[in-house]
């Protein structure tokens, strides 16, 4: 079964600077998906970003880009200009191809300090 | 932008009671899910649902969680009789049928159920 690691419980970041959020997953698969959410004190799940496992190029949204490591089995996050609103849980998530269910990490809790 | 929606945002029942959590899932999607997320820990996939009957369910789902779609937008979840360690928020989520990583899925805003 695959499983997906955040080994950062707890990350914090002074406003304006640049934060990197580890992820690594453990998967036999080739074909496969990796996302990263951000849930708010309110509890709603908010997708930040995807990257499909069979491009080589890592995504980007704005502020948020991924370090995507394939031999490695690793999947960051980074934050650049952190804003206060980027204050949140944020998950790492796994799916296989095909019609498979997300496989979720433990998450990390991000702080913005103003 | 269309959105998963789900009623009610909070549940508060009494140990043994069965309770109801609603879904509308985004209108041109064909694949729903429900997940799971005890306070403070991570969440958890309990149900997939296509073309009307259970795809796929996590051991989590047992005899006493049912789940359908009782008309052509809502998709509930039924848990027959509660535990306490049923006290979780529950997430919908919904997404197309074509199963690349564009075909992301969407989560509604969750139900916050509390057994008592």
């Known amino acids: 079964a695959q499983t997906v690691t955040q080994s950062q419980p707890e990350m914090s970041v002074q406003e304006a600077e640049t934060v990197t959020l580890s992820c690594t997953y453990d998967?036999?698969?080739?074909?496969?998906?990796l996302f990263w959410y951000k849930q708010p004190p309110s509890r709603q799940m908010i997708l930040v970003i995807r990257?499909?496992?069979?491009?080589?190029q890592n995504a980007t949204e704005n502020r948020f880009s991924v370090n995507f490591q394939k031999a490695a089995k690793s999947f960051s996050l980074k934050i650049s200009d952190s804003q206060l609103g980027d204050a949140a849980m944020y998950f790492c998530?796994?799916?296989?191809?095909?019609?498979?269910?997300?496989?979720f990490g433990k998450g990390t809790r991000l702080s913005v300090i103003a | 932008e269309p959105e998963v929606t789900q009623t009610p945002s909070h549940q508060v029942t009494q140990m043994g009671q069965e309770v109801i959590l609603r879904c509308v899932p985004i209108?041109?999607?064909?694949?729903f899910y429900w997940y799971r997320q005890i306070l403070g820990q991570k969440v958890e996939f309990l149900v997939s649902?296509?073309?009307?009957?259970?795809?796929?369910k996590s051991e989590i789902f047992d005899d006493q969680f049912s789940v359908e779609r009782p008309d052509g937008s809502n998709f509930t979840l039924k848990i027959r009789s509660t535990k306490l360690e049923d006290s979780a928020m529950y997430f919908c989520?919904?997404?197309?049928?074509?199963?690349?990583?564009?075909?992301?899925?969407?989560f509604g805003p969750g139900t916050r159920l509390t057994v008592l």
């Open positions: 989520a919904s997404r197309r049928l074509t199963g690349g990583a564009t075909d992301t899925q969407y």
């Open positions: 998967t036999s698969e080739s074909d496969y998906y």
């Open positions: 990257q499909e496992a069979y491009k080589q």
């Open positions: 998530a796994y799916r296989s191809s095909g019609n498979t269910p997300l496989v």
């Open positions: 209108s041109n999607h064909l694949y």
């Open positions: 649902f296509y073309n009307n009957e259970i795809s796929e």
